[in-house]
């Protein structure tokens, strides 16, 4: 593993798997309701990736500011570009994904969504910006009705202007790339409806969009394996979810036969 530092003062991890021929990076934001970076959702989610023949890379973005607005997402299409542009990594992001968890899924879409919002971004960062495809497991969507409450105060600090920026769930959703989504009926801290209003506006949008819901399982499951159990969270193993994974893997291999 090599840190990147990036300008905006987080850490870009790298985790090159050991397939010579993998052209494809899945970059990772973890979650922690814009105040914190879950472990759970960052190392362990790159290893699973690269096992599965994908180079990762983990943004552990910064969180320093009291209102953190528009920089984790400025942050993230950073390390988009750097990732398809730095020498030390050509070749390896051929096709990237951005995927994210809780929060970081929040941050994961908020590029999908937002990758050519000219407010935020210049034309020539704006033509490398658009994720070539969204991994989300249980993200915060809106910073409406069914938003994280937490998430929501660190990252518009109550801004009329950047609360309707990152609802999600409201922007113009004709631009977003395909999206692999998933969450549990269950969740006690994100509210299912931000996985089901999403789904259900990309699909109005007719944006390409495989959404699961699991029929039980607490919030922040991470991979849902023994690997990443939290016995502080009363988080366990539970081989239903797990399949979000290999579900996920399918959907990667159908994408890139499409493109052929």
Sequence with gaps: MKEIRTPFGGILELYPCEAETARETVLICPGGGYSFLAPREAEPIAGAFGKAGYHAAVLKYCLEKEVLGTDPVRELAWSVRWLRNAAEWRGRAERLYTAGFSAGGHLAASLGVLWNEPSIFSPEEREQNRPDGLILGYPVISMGAYGHERSVRRLTGGDEELIRLFSLEERD???????????????????????????????????????????????????????????EENLHPDSHIAHWLPLCLEWMEDGKSLDK
């Excluded at 509210?191 to 495989?210: H, I, K, P, T, W």
């Design 173 to 231: 959703l004709t631009q977003t790339p395909p999206v692999f989504l998933w969450n549990t009926r269950e969740d006690e801290k994100v509210s299912s409806m931000n996985s089901l209003l999403f789904a259900q506006r990309l699909f109005q949008a007719g944006v390409d969009c495989e959404y699961h819901m699991f029929h039980r399982g607490l919030h922040g499951m991470s991979l849902a394996t023994p690997e990443v159990e939290s016995e």
